[in-house]
């Protein structure tokens, strides 16, 4: 079985250059897990391009193996490091975790 992590932030900042310079590094870091988190098998994530009135301001969206590899995921280091940045510069988070 594959779960499917999908997480989707709306971000703090009320500009909408300060939100887009947020939004790339929100991206550049959670991409930058790949390789390093093994428990990740794909990874897509980017700013939202249309629709900001309405929409969220980042998507992401990982597989893993199972269960297990994405709580490894949750708690490996280098996630737990961008966890933190996110979380300076994000309003609001919500996430769907499903098997595909």
């Not at 932030?9 to 093994?38: C, F, M, N, S, Y």
Request: charged content about 20%.
């Amino acid at each position: 079985m594959t779960i499917r992590h999908v997480v989707a932030w709306k971000l703090a900042a009320e500009d909408a250059e300060t939100r887009a310079e947020h939004a790339a590094e929100v991206a550049r870091r959670i991409q930058a897990l790949v390789g390093v988190v093994p428990s990740i098998r794909s990874l897509s994530i980017g700013p939202n391009m249309a629709y900001a009135d309405v929409n969220g301001d980042v998507a992401l969206v990982a597989d893993f193996d199972d269960l297990a590899g994405l709580e490894a995921y949750q708690v490996h280091p280098a996630h737990q490091e961008v966890v933190g940045y996110v979380r300076s510069v994000v309003a609001s988070r919500i996430s769907v975790d499903f098997e595909v």
